[in-house]
């Protein structure tokens, strides 16, 4: 869980992960895969990067970055990146295999970049 801001690197692969790989609750972070996969566990896991706010209701999240290369997969229940009530942010280089959703916006969520990524295998690519 991600709670300050700055930058953050994966040093090793991040495997059967629960309920979410990484969750950034915090404006300003920046999270390098680092060429690692975060991978949910087999029954299926909730979302591989979660990029919201700490509580429902609360202030949205800006300026969250998330670049590869990496692979986030077998999130099943949610998606491999889900932005909620986040704007101005940007997803890179990601390659997202065997989630329910490759990419998730919701909930308020605006003036979001995604460039260079893949959405292999998923149930659905990309959800708004």
């Known amino acids: 869980m991600i709670t300050v801001s700055g930058k953050y690197r994966l040093a090793n692969d ?10 950034i609750q915090s404006s300003n ?43 986030i997969t077998n999130f099943t229940v949610v998606a491999c990146i889900d932005f909620v009530a986040t704007s101005s942010s ?6 997202c295999t065997g989630n329910d959703f490759g990419f998730s916006i919701a909930f308020d969520s605006t ?3 995604f460039k260079g990524d893949t959405a292999n295998g998923n149930r659905y690519g990309f959800g708004v």
């Open 90 to 95: 940007t997803v890179e280089g990601i390659t």
């Open 29 to 71: 972070v920046t999270l390098l895969l680092n060429g690692y996969t975060i991978s949910g566990q087999s029954a299926g896991g909730g979302t591989g990067v979660l990029v919201a706010p700490r509580s429902p209701g609360a202030t949205g999240l800006s300026n969250a970055t998330i670049t590869g290369p990496g692979v």
């Open 14 to 23: 991040l495997i059967g992960c629960d309920q979410f790989g990484v969750s």
């Open 111 to 113: 003036n979001n970049i």
